[in-house]
């Protein structure tokens, strides 16, 4: 079993739709991170979260740390919202990651 | 500083060349990670310095593999004898001295194709 586990693994979406997408993982970690990759491989980080809630712009990551879970939520979704979305756990001096939520929001 | 920035983008080799990736982190950054990615996949991590030294390898790091980091700033990755399975994204991330609230910043990678 992957230390990171994310869920659902391919999301479609109208614009417009309010997107949940969700990371569970199994270590203790210091910090998750929610990270953006859009085709060309590139990697964003949107947030990096040890507790509670983050907010920028229409998106909203939060982590329970006691269930080992965060939660991205993207409000009023956009087709430029369509990325596959990673999340990764840090511990042991390293990132762990997940295989991604592929996310596509139709115009 | 315009960020964590890899060369080549892109790499095409025959199977059983050499092939070399470039990573610059960030100024000041002393750790430095490279990652590799397949197809589907998340990143998975592949080996780490701090300043000049490299404190961790992964398995998945064959005797193939070498990194370097000689003077604690830009890191290489050299790939021996390369073979099809090693067609993948390879991504760098720097970060500053781990603490807490450390963030890590992430190349645009290096996507290497052996045909």
């Known amino acids: 079993k992957n230390e990171v586990e994310q869920s659902p693994q391919n999301l479609t979406a109208q614009e417009g739709e309010f997107i949940t997408i969700n990371c569970s993982y199994s270590?203790?970690?210091?910090?998750l991170h929610w990270l953006q990759q859009h085709p060309g491989g590139g990697i964003v980080s949107l947030f990096m979260l040890s507790s509670g809630k983050k907010k920028h712009g229409r998106l909203i990551a939060t982590i329970n740390i006691q269930e080992k879970h965060s939660s991205l939520h993207i409000t009023a979704s956009h087709p430029r919202d369509s990325a596959v979305y990673i999340c990764?756990?840090?511990?042991?001096?390293?990132?762990?990651f997940g295989k991604g939520n592929q996310v596509v929001v139709i115009p | 500083d315009t960020g964590v920035s890899q060369n080549p983008r892109h790499k095409i080799t025959k199977r059983g060349q050499n092939v070399t990736f470039r990573c610059d982190p960030i100024?000041?950054?002393?750790?430095l990670y490279w990652y590799r990615q397949t197809l589907g996949q998340g990143p998975e991590f592949l080996t780490y310095?701090?300043?000049?030294?490299?404190?961790?390898k992964s398995r998945l790091l064959s005797d193939r593999f070498s990194a370097e980091r000689p003077k604690g700033s830009f890191s290489t990755l050299e790939i021996q004898r390369t073979e099809q399975g090693d067609s993948a994204m390879y991504l760098c991330?720097?970060?500053?001295?781990?603490?807490?609230?450390?963030?890590?910043?992430f190349g645009q990678g290096t996507r290497l194709t052996v045909v």
């Open positions: 270590v203790g970690i210091s910090a």
């Open positions: 990764a756990v840090r511990g042991n001096n390293r990132l762990a």
């Open positions: 100024s000041e950054h002393n750790r």
């Open positions: 310095f701090q300043n000049e030294a490299q404190l961790e």
């Open positions: 991330a720097s970060s500053p001295k781990i603490r807490q609230g450390s963030e890590t910043f």
